[in-house]
């Protein structure tokens, strides 16, 4: 069975959430998936690495628009 992990942990946005958001189109960047999804408006870390110093989560926003 799969596992759907959650990308954004304070809202619980899952890997699924995000990637329905960027294949729905009109996604450019960070901002832009932020604005669609809330994904990373709370404690930012899983925006990118660099908010995540720790290495505290596994997938980042910026990862997923590569």
């Known amino acids: 069975m ?3 992990p959650e990308v954004c ?7 699924s959430d995000i990637l329905q ?4 189109g009109g996604i450019e960047d960070v901002e832009a998936l932020i604005r ?3 994904a990373g408006s709370v ?3 899983c925006i990118s690495p660099e908010n995540d110093p720790c290495g ?4 980042h926003l910026t990862d997923l628009l590569k």
């Open 2 to 4: 799969y596992e759907d």
């Open 36 to 38: 669609k999804t809330k």
């Open 21 to 24: 958001a960027i294949e729905q």
């Open 43 to 45: 404690c930012k870390m």
């Open 9 to 15: 942990i304070c809202l619980r946005i899952s890997l």
């Open 56 to 59: 505290e989560r596994d997938i």
